[in-house]
């Protein structure tokens, strides 16, 4: 584990933390008006590689070659020119922090983070953080990296689970959830059923691999919620015909796929961020999902959400009806979409350079 410090003047700026995977979610910008939770778990840590946050640079004033070395293969709006290797964690795991009102800037419900560090040392005042907690954002506190120090404490070597272990002991991530937000039609808040925004960006992950995956051939998945997720998409953005490629759920605890099989979808380790390994000599492409998303699909949780309590035994569950199945059609999310395939060097082929230049179509034709 770890505590970060100011790097100032040492100050102790966090709770001790342990570090796993940045969440596929991590930039997601969901919905408008929407209350979203708190992005990380308490008591750990992320890392942003590429740099993120404010300054950014319009696609007009990078050169080709410059944004092939950061690992960019296709137009995007902007790239930050802000520092690599942000850490993000939950606002609840920070101490010795002031916010910094000038800097406190946002669009409507809370901080947005544009202005830059928008947090403090309490000690020396250094700018060491900034708070994300507007409408439509994961609430979180990113500290600048040239801010803080990390500094080892206790079990700092502790080996990550294995894939055994979080077969086991892993935490699923449920498909739908109830959705707040501000403005409804008493101008309050108002509730219903949804898709969950982290399987929306689960799937615009995968979808944009798939895609590379797929080299341009029909994709089939499948049936199931596997199905729901991908085939609409993919039916849409890639040819029909024959001699498609078979994208199959492959992971610990699942029997071994096919040797025909090409694709696989297969869970990205939460601690370490790898993902799963598939043994023997297979050439299948993998196609990586959250982990949570990833054991929801290979082992679905039961129909029956809440726990028993009073006098029930332990263990048994109440006899709820299943959660209300969203009215509205999977839709992956586009940003996570885009942010992912410029990422992948499949996208300078014309057939991918089209899909990301008709993006705005297919979003207004509900696909995305």
Known sequence: MFVFVCARCGAELTAPLSQVALPAHAHQKYGNGI?????????????????????WRRWEEILPDEAAARGIYAPVHALSDGAPGAIVIAPGDTCG????????????????????????????????????????????????????????????????????????????TPPFEPITAWGGPQLGLHHWWSWSPQWEAAAGRALAHLLAASAGRPVTVPEGLIEEMFQRALDTLLPAGPSARRAVLAGPGLPAPDADTDILLVPVHPQTGKTWPPGGATSACPVPLPFG????????????????????????????????????????????????????????????????????????????
């Open 35 to 55: 209350q979203l939770p708190v992005l990380m778990e308490p008591g750990t840590f992320a890392v942003e590689p590429e740099p993120w946050g404010p300054p």
């Open 97 to 172: 922090t002031l916010l910094i009102p000038e800097k406190c800037g946002g669009y409507c419900c809370g901080l947005d983070g544009a202005d830059g560090p928008n947090m403090a040392c309490e000690a020396c005042g250094l700018p060491v953080a900034s708070r994300i907690d507007d409408c439509s954002l994961w609430q979180a506190v990113w500290l600048a990296p040239y801010a803080v120090r990390r500094c080892p404490v206790d079990d700092a070597g502790a080996a990550p689970l294995s894939w055994a272990k979080l077969r086991t002991e892993g935490k699923s």
């Open 293 to 368: 998303v990833w054991l929801w699909l290979a082992f679905p949780g039961p129909h029956l959400p809440a726990p028993a309590s009073g006098v029930m035994p332990d263990g048994i569950l109440r006899d709820d009806p299943p959660a209300p199945h969203p009215s509205s059609l999977f839709r992956a999310d586009s940003g996570v979409f885009q942010h992912t395939l410029v990422r992948l060097p499949a996208v300078r082929s014309p057939w991918l350079r089209e899909i990301l230049e008709n993006l705005t179509q297919y979003m207004c034709a509900g696909l995305f």
